[in-house]
């Protein structure tokens, strides 16, 4: 665990509520992005990293961490926006749940979005079209900036399996799009 992320554990513990605001606003953010890519609306993202960051603050005296504070962060909200999906009432919810949305989270410029033209809606298509576990570990790496290890403690999986998921991942979305990529070459 990096010595900043040692220091705010290590202060939440002891209930110092600067360390814990430090902590919330590090990760806070890229959490939401990442909660985003299970439920059907930013302000649902936004409450269950909320969620989690409140138990944790609510159970600081007994929480004990051992490895990275980030790999815990996106496992916990990973499971808590899974346990929101299967809350759903119908299938057909927990996949509307499950489609990837930004809702305003998105931190992209109106110039990169316009040199990313049409492109984007079908990449993200793609994307979306992944086996869950393909998906996420590509996200997680790609996205969010995880390393293999901190994506399989995040995930539970070992790094091997993740470094087979996200090279999947990469050829599944090369076949989908190369049709998309040589009609926009033309």
Not at 92 to 119: I, P, S
Not at 154 to 165: L, R, S
């Amino acid at each position: 665990m990096q010595e900043r992320e040692r220091t705010w554990v290590d202060g939440v513990q002891d209930g110092d509520e600067e360390a814990f605001e430090r902590m919330f606003r590090a990760y806070y953010p890229r959490l939401c992005r990442f909660a985003a890519e299970y439920v059907d609306s930013a302000n649902r993202a936004r409450d269950l990293v909320q969620d989690v960051f409140l138990r944790i603050w609510e159970r600081r005296r007994e929480w004990t961490l051992r490895r990275s504070l980030k790999a815990y962060l996106y496992r916990a909200v990973r499971n808590r926006a899974l346990n929101e999906v299967r809350h759903q009432d119908t299938k057909h919810e927990a996949e509307a749940d499950l489609e990837y949305r930004t809702d305003g989270l998105d931190r992209r410029t109106a110039v990169d979005a316009v040199h990313a033209g049409g492109l984007s809606a079908e990449v993200e298509e793609a994307i979306r079209a992944l086996p869950e576990r393909r998906r996420v570990a590509f996200l997680l790496h790609r996205r969010h900036g995880l390393t293999y290890k901190e994506i399989a403690r995040a995930m539970g999986i070992t790094p091997k399996t993740v470094e087979n998921q996200i090279g999947r991942a990469l050829k599944a979305l090369r076949e989908e799009l190369a049709p998309v990529f040589s009609r926009e070459l033309k």
